[in-house]
């Protein structure tokens, strides 16, 4: 398999299965075939990890590099979990809904667009295409927020719509101004957007303009990955979307988003010097950790905990690409892999929590490993990996950040970043221990099926096997690491 066969199904296989999805009377089609198609993206990534790690292809406006390829594979992991666990969602929603056919079929078209833009989004070269992608994915999820039709469900979708729309907006505007220095410098406006031929260029653009334009585009597309300003729509969007866009919302969306700002933060290295990018993302992410931290402290509802939880995991992702050292860039992969599959596992048994006790506010459910303790253990092992308890991936990559902010000399920071993890960790511990061990609140159910217990059970086990085989000294990590750092 060529590089080009393998951008070509990474963007062809949920095209294909989008076709699929609108196949009448089949109930398992669009399930079975979005399984199928986000295996073959996890293999993608894999096959660009594994073969074609040592360069870059690209092809004007696509390219296909080490980084495109982990986040193939993040997406591919994510989306299988939430596709799996779709299916026990869907049934026990609509039920004898009238119009359960109807339904079926948009929520699987929503599904499959979203991951299809998020591919465009980490494959593209061109930042044009990168902003259309990224605002197309606030399309595609807006609808899925609304899925329930309540009227918390569409006020957090129009609430989602209009600050993200805004944030990118700020984007759109960084994008042109980066466009209008490029093609101040001479570069045809057909290239002017092109992140290797800026790469290329980089000495020759003025630097006033760009600082302009690079800030502009780190904190308008930072809008997406939930970053400080604009991070209010998160906790409204994630808790009122059904539990598996939860899981891909908060699993790789929000990567999806700093894998962005981490392009544009190489741009800005190249151009401007490591400083300027530097300290903005390192301001942003601590505010974010430190507001996340606080919000979960004081937070009564399951699902707006977790997503607040996603806030504080994406500030510690902006202060390693603030870094972008060779660990630190490391660290921040395994952090992404491990992240997404710990908090869609999380997400999932949140949202089986609920449909079972009919509850969102943690004090209302309670008791629910005496009372469903298949469910209650997935999610003592999902807040035991975010809270970054060995042998699950986040101690590492949380270990591999917090080293390479002091090895960079940033010593006050770092004491920081421990103080408003160590927070965040304990609000997280006192709702799963609420959650799980408290007195019961609800009479004992059957236990779940196979099913709704399998994607679980995967994550939680992927997670342990990530944090066992791959911390950031691991040979394809440090590798793809090394590839990120020294492109700039």
Known sequence: ??????????????????GLSNLPHAQRTPWIA???????????????????????????????????????????SVAMLAAAASRTYLNHQLGDDPMVEQKRRLY?????????????????????????????TTV????????????????????????????????LLGVVVIYFGATKVGIPGSQALLINILLHHAKELNPEIMRIGIGLGIVGFGAKAGLVPFHTWLPD??????????????????SVASSVVLRIAELSTAILGPSYSRLLLLTIGILTMGVAALLIIGQSELKRMLAQSSMEQMGLVAIAIAINTELAIAALLLHILVHGIAKSSAFITAGQMEEATGKHRIADIGGMLRTHPSVARGFILA??????????????????????????????????????????????????????????????????????????????????????????????????????????
Request: glycine share 6%; aromatic share 6%.
């Open 108 to 136: 699987w078209n929503l599904f499959n667009l979203f991951t299809l833009t998020m591919i465009l989004a980490v494959v593209s070269n061109n930042l044009g295409i990168t902003w259309i992608a990224v605002e197309a």
């Open 34 to 76: 979005t399984l199928v198609a986000d295996l073959g993206i996890i293999a993608i990534g894999a096959f660009v990890l594994l073969v074609h790690s040592h360069r870059a292809v690209a092809a004007d406006n696509f390219r296909l590099d080490p980084l495109a390829g982990m986040m193939l594979l993040v997406i591919g």
């Open 383 to 488: 807040v035991i990996a975010l809270v970054a308890l060995p042998p699950f991936g986040l101690f590492w990559s949380e270990a591999g950040i917090i080293t390479a902010t002091v090895q960079a000399g940033y010593l006050l920071p770092a004491i920081v970043i421990v103080l408003l993890l160590l927070l965040a960790s304990v609000g997280l511990a006192r709702a799963g221990l609420s959650l799980t061990l408290a007195e019961p609140l609800h009479p004992i159910s059957t236990a779940r099926s196979v099913g709704s217990s399998l994607p679980i059970l995967i994550a939680t086990s992927v997670a342990v096997i990530v944090g066992l085989l791959g911390t950031p000294t691991t040979q394809v990590i440090t590798h793809v690491a090394s590839i990120i750092v020294q492109r700039v």
């Open 237 to 254: 969007a994630h808790s009122q979307a059904p539990a598996p866009i939860s899981a891909m919302m908060s699993g790789v969306l929000l």
């Open 140 to 171: 595609a999820t807006t609808f899925l927020v609304g899925f329930k039709r309540t009227p918390k469900s569409l006020e957090a979708a129009w609430k989602y719509a209009i600050i993200c729309s805004f944030g990118l907006s700020v984007a």
């Open 1 to 18: 398999m060529t590089a080009a066969i393998a951008l070509s199904a990474a963007l062809g296989l949920p095209l294909v299965t989008l």
